[in-house]
C-alpha cells in the first residue's frame, strides 16, 4: 500500500521559511517522478513544483527563486524548502507521486497517481 506522509507544515511570519517533508512508502520511490501542489481555501489545487526521477526539477512561475523542490532516494523522502514566504502561499500542500512512463509537462494534477493527505502553511502579514 502506498503513503506518502507530509510534515512540516505550519504559521510563519511573511519573509520567512519552512521546509516540508513528504515520506513515502509501498513504491519504488526512485522511480518516480514527485510533486508538491497546494490548494487555498476555495480555489482549486495547483501545481507548485515537481522533480524528476532523474533530477529536473520544476517550478510555478510565482514560487520561482524561493521555493526549492529536492529529494533523498536513499530516505524515500521529498523535500521543499521554502523561503520568502509571502500571505499569498498560504494553503494546504500535498505531495503527489507520478510514474516516469506518464506523458505530460508534470504540471497537470491528473498525472499524479498517488497523493499524501496535506500539510497545513500559513503566512502571516
Known amino acids: 500500500q502506498v503513503q506518502l506522509v507530509e510534515s512540516g507544515g505550519g504559521l510563519v511570519q511573511a519573509g520567512g521559511s519552512l521546509r516540508l517533508s513528504c515520506a513515502a512508502s509501498g513504491l519504488t520511490f526512485s522511480s518516480y517522478t514527485m510533486g508538491w501542489f497546494r490548494q487555498a481555501p476555495g480555489k482549486e489545487r495547483e501545481f507548485v513544483a515537481a522533480?524528476?526521477?532523474?533530477?529536473?526539477?520544476y517550478y510555478e512561475d510565482s514560487v520561482k527563486g524561493r521555493f526549492t523542490i529536492s529529494r533523498d532516494n536513499a530516505k524515500n523522502t521529498l523535500y521543499l524548502q521554502m523561503n520568502s514566504l509571502k500571505p499569498e502561499d498560504t494553503a494546504v500542500y500535498y505531495c503527489?507521486?507520478?510514474?516516469?512512463?506518464?506523458?505530460?509537462?508534470?504540471?497537470?494534477?491528473?498525472?499524479?497517481?498517488?497523493w499524501g493527505q496535506g500539510t497545513q502553511v500559513t503566512v502571516s502579514s
Open positions: 522533480i524528476r526521477w532523474i533530477g529536473n526539477t
Open positions: 503527489a507521486a507520478r510514474s516516469k512512463y506518464t506523458s505530460g509537462t508534470y504540471r497537470e494534477r491528473d498525472e499524479y497517481i498517488y
